[in-house]
């Protein structure tokens, strides 16, 4: 603990005995990764409350009184929260506040979420209290986007004592990696395979390709990109046809699909197709393949190999 000396506003100097506030060190705004994750974000809520006209511009500066979390939570969970439209005096913010979080808690606490922000960490405009709350929405949600992983920021933490400012850095982490972050720790050969072995890696991608091209050619589709091509979910749907020899009515499923949900509609239906013959649940979400996460697609393309490697 030593004297402060770093960027310090004027207003967070005016400190009680013994009170502490936060900020990130201005050398952590920087970092690319600190940037595009607050970007993704700002971009994600925007999209998510097009409709309702709001725009976020500054995450700390237009979260903290709850208005906006109350849009996008009811937004996100299809609910109406009981509180006042607006409110000007602080005590009434932070009473919306408290029942925009309760409910956040509500939905998080039995999924294992760490809640590392509290009402007062975000009306007082903590920006790491209010990335962490939404990172854990977002993942939570699913929302398609994807965030930078393993971002971390140097945190200032300034605290009054007998009269004198004193400071101490220590690093939060903000995200880690997806699959962390969703809680999935069980790890399999794919895990092992993107870790330690990436050579080995492009040779099993190069027989998925093969494995998925000898059915696909059949209707004169190619697959070169296994990130991408399967991401909208079309040629999964396709792919399932072909190998349980049957025509899938278009109605069925998106053709030409052009929004999140519809393309998760149709990884969705293929996955129903794949439990129709026989294969076991994914271990992948739909949402993981829509959002091009290159584990998730090879984990469902190598149940599909696996079952059907010997079929003309």
Known sequence: MSPASADIHPEDTLLEENEERTMID?????????????????????????EERIIVKQLEEDLYDGQVLQKLLEKLAGCKLNVAEVTQSEIGQKQ?????????????????????WTVDSIHGKSLVATLHLLVSLAMHFRAPIRLPEHVSVQVVVVRKREGLLHSSHVTEELTTTTEMMMGRFERDAFDTLFDHAPDKLSVVKKSLITFVNKHLNKLNLEVTELETQFADGVYLVLLMGLLEDYFVPLHNFYLTPDSFDQKVHNVAFAFELMLDG???????????????DLKSTLRVLYNLFTKYKHLE
Do not use: M, Y
């Open 278 to 292: 026989g294969l076991k649940t994914p271990k992948a979400h739909p949402e993981d393949v829509v959002n091009l």
């Open 96 to 116: 919306k506040l408290q029942t925009v979080l309760e409910a956040v808690h509500g939905l998080l606490r039995p999924h294992g979420w760490a809640l590392q």
């Open 26 to 50: 201005p050398t952590s705004k920087d970092d690319p990764k600190f940037k595009e994750l607050v970007k993704v974000l700002i971009d994600w809520i925007n999209d998510v409350l097009v």
